[in-house]
């Protein structure tokens, strides 16, 4: 009998309106939120939404003819808010929207307004639009937000409330009462999250970008239990592997490859362009900036991978692939990359190439021996973590050009377009990454294409002389590349009287299959060789192409008779060999 009558009085209980509707209890509010993996270098990264539950509680102390209460909501961040600004309604508002109840119809201002959008009508405000504060540029701030008291009649600026004695079935309509719980959305936050420090690795985890949220009424009618709340973890969008590919062909066969692998950071880093949406909340609003100052959403542009090349050697040139093929192991990947032709060094601006074609587009090289590749994803998966090869191909710059004296060109690849900082203004005319600080640099080799040979000893002083031969030895029946070219000379050492002498420089143009010989007392004008009398030293000949061969013979000679001969054959000297010199004359 008396489990019987507690039953009976829980069910009745659970019929009535939670707090009388003439009444006004204590409204307890708790925030959670949504921490979806974001960009580290990103300047203007989405975080999660913020979620404010409300509910009234305690005893009643009087009624309340608008049916809601008036509140302050501030958010402030462990970064920098990034959302844009302006729209026409004054510089401090942001296009950061607080939703009440889901009404989710266009938010234009970021004042309290009660219109016929959405299902719920006049119930509830229409979104409202988050003002910045100048002096903390972290916080974020709704003012005078129309908060629903739950399970209160329905009022609104201009309509006064009507007590009800039972709302039972007449929840979220007009004449009728408020639902049990009031929900209150903060979404489209945007931050700088490269201010939560740019990793230099993949693998060193995520960052924590936290959230504090605080809700005040007058009275005290609110109470928000809430603490910091993550709202995002920042992990690097992007990272690279480099390496040859064919290595030794760029001699021998007069181009070689080097490959630039990048790896998508965490699924959906790569996003590709997204569909319009203006209403908060639906599906495509995560992907879209809101609103314009023409009240439409502005579509974002897709990601870009910039991808710069240093430390490119003298006398290469480098071409990038206009479509590379991202073959995943499984078949064909969803990632799919298109070069742009036109960008700036920072990656803003430029047109994809549009003919879809896997030609190859020359990259110009700068004095500063850089180059810089932009591709625009074009498609990706964004449930996958994707990556592709991308294939540079490097051929010489002229036939008859500089000796190709190797090195490794040093590659950093990171997201596009960049600067230093988030910016307000339009999408397209900011920047919305920063380059990351990656130590070691990937990078790849560059085969050393010209051959130098030294001579230790060559003299022309008082009863010596030397002769030189230098010989071209590309052409051959082993299928060698032709490779015609020249040899600098630089002569080291000292005159007659043992004075320093300055450096003496020649050059002659050997053609492959041929040789060129001279004596330091002759020289050998046919070939532009002058003479070099009384000195005595050493020389360096550094020559265009591979396969390059020297041979000296220093003779004495007394009364016109030789009473001393010896040879010798020139040391071939290279670059990457331990015997290369790392420091500069002094």
Not at 210 to 236: D, I, K, M, N, R
Request: glycine letters at 12%; proline letters at 7%; hydrophobic letters at 40%.
């Amino acid at each position: 009998m008396f489990v019987g009558a507690a039953l009976s009085s829980v069910a009745s209980a659970q019929l009535r309106s939670p707090v009388p509707s003439a009444e006004l209890g204590q409204i307890r509010c708790s925030a959670t939120a949504l921490a979806p993996l974001v960009r580290i270098e990103g300047t203007s990264e989405l975080v999660g939404d913020i979620a404010i539950t409300c509910e009234n509680r305690g005893q009643g102390r009087g009624f309340e003819p608008s049916g809601f209460l008036v509140v302050d909501l501030a958010v402030s961040l462990s970064v920098g808010i990034a959302n844009q600004s302006g729209f026409g309604l004054g510089a401090d508002v942001t296009d950061a929207v607080l939703v009440v109840n889901e009404k989710t119809c266009l938010a234009s201002t970021s004042e309290r307004l009660f219109s016929d959008c959405g299902t719920s009508g006049r119930t509830v405000q229409d979104p409202m639009l988050g003002r910045r504060r100048s002096a903390s540029p972290g916080v974020l701030i709704w003012s005078g937000v129309a908060l629903p008291i739950p399970g209160a009649a329905i009022g609104s600026d201009s309509a006064r409330a009507v007590p009800l004695e039972d709302c039972l079935g007449r929840y979220g309509v007009p004449g009728g009462c408020h639902p049990s719980t009031t929900s209150v959305r903060l979404t489209n936050i945007r931050v700088n999250a490269a201010e939560a420090g740019v990793g230099g690795d993949a693998r060193a985890g995520t960052i924590p970008i936290e959230a504090a949220v605080s809700l005040s009424s007058a009275g005290g009618s609110v109470v928000l239990e809430a603490g910091t709340l993550p709202v995002a973890h920042a992990a690097p969008g992007i990272s690279a592997l480099a390496g040859s590919v064919q290595a030794g062909r760029l001699c021998s066969q007069g181009e070689a490859f080097g490959e630039v692998r990048i790896f998508e950071g965490f699924a959906a880093a790569f996003k590709a362009a997204a569909g319009q949406s203006l209403e908060p909340g639906r599906p495509g609003w995560r992907d879209d900036y809101y609103p314009t100052a023409a009240g439409a959403a502005a579509q974002p542009s897709p990601t870009r991978v910039r991808i710069a090349l240093s430390a490119i050697p003298e006398g290469v040139s480098i071409a990038a692939p206009a479509a590379p093929v991202c073959a995943s192991e499984g078949g064909a990947a969803r990632l799919r990359l298109g070069l742009v032709e036109g960008a700036s060094r920072s990656g803003l601006g430029g047109a994809v190439v549009s003919d879809g074609s896997a030609r190859d587009v020359p990259l110009t090289v700068s004095e500063a021996a850089e180059a810089v590749a932009v591709y625009q994803v074009l498609s990706a998966d964004p449930s996958v973590q994707e990556d592709c090869r991308i294939q540079f191909r490097l051929t010489p710059s002229a036939s008859d050009g500089p000796a190709i004296r190797g090195g490794r060109v040093m590659v950093d690849a990171s997201l596009a377009p960049l600067g230093p900082t988030a910016s307000g203004g339009p999408l397209g005319a900011r920047p919305r990454f920063v380059a990351p600080e990656r130590e070691p640099r990937p990078s790849f080799p560059v085969d050393e294409c010209g051959t130098t040979l030294f001579f230790p000893f060559v003299t022309n002083q008082t009863t010596f002389d030397t002769a030189v031969v230098l010989v071209n030895t590309s052409a051959d029946p082993l299928g060698t590349r032709y490779q015609p070219g020249s040899c600098s000379l630089d002569f080291y050492g000292a005159g007659s009287e043992g004075e320093r002498s300055p450096t003496f420089r020649r050059t002659v143009e050997i053609d492959a299959g041929e040789q060129v010989a001279f004596r330091l007392s002759s020289g050998n004008a046919e070939r532009g060789v002058d003479p070099l009398p009384d000195f005595q030293g050493y020389l360096v000949a550094q020559c265009s192409f591979q396969f390059a061969h020297g041979f000296a013979f220093v003779t004495e000679q007394v009364g016109g008779a030789s009473v001393l001969a010896q040879g010798y054959l020139a040391e071939v000297v290279s670059r990457a060999s331990g015997s290369a010199r790392a420091d500069p004359a002094p």
